[in-house]
């Protein structure tokens, strides 16, 4: 099934390889829109995926701040997901 996620009525990534991991999409990096995503300085740690980073979305002039996160290291229980996006606030994520 292909998901989308969706945010300021712009599909911001697209990908039918999606991973789902506690209730989240992670998308394959590469079938993310580039063009809408600009790097954060933002770093989270998961006690079991490791570290996240996360990128702002930026769409029409609006930014949605840390609103993707990724894991460019991850523990070796995450390794399935190294580099995937996933997202939240607001990020609308459907098939």
């Known amino acids: 099934m292909t998901m989308k996620a ?13 991973i789902q991991i506690e209730g989240n999409h992670y998308f394959p990096a590469e079938t993310i829109k580039k063009e809408f995503f600009k790097p954060s300085e933002t770093q989270t740690t998961c006690p ?8 702002h979305v930026e769409v029409d ?6 609103a993707a996160w990724y894991y460019p290291d991850t523990k070796p229980a995450a390794r ?4 995937y996006v996933a997202f939240w606030k607001g990020v609308e994520v459907k098939p």
């Open 48 to 55: 079991w995926k490791g570290v996240a980073s996360y990128y």
């Open 80 to 83: 399935e997901i190294k580099d």
């Open 6 to 18: 969706i945010w300021n009525n712009q599909i911001i990534a697209e990908s039918d390889k999606t």
């Open 61 to 66: 002039g609006k930014t949605n701040k840390d």
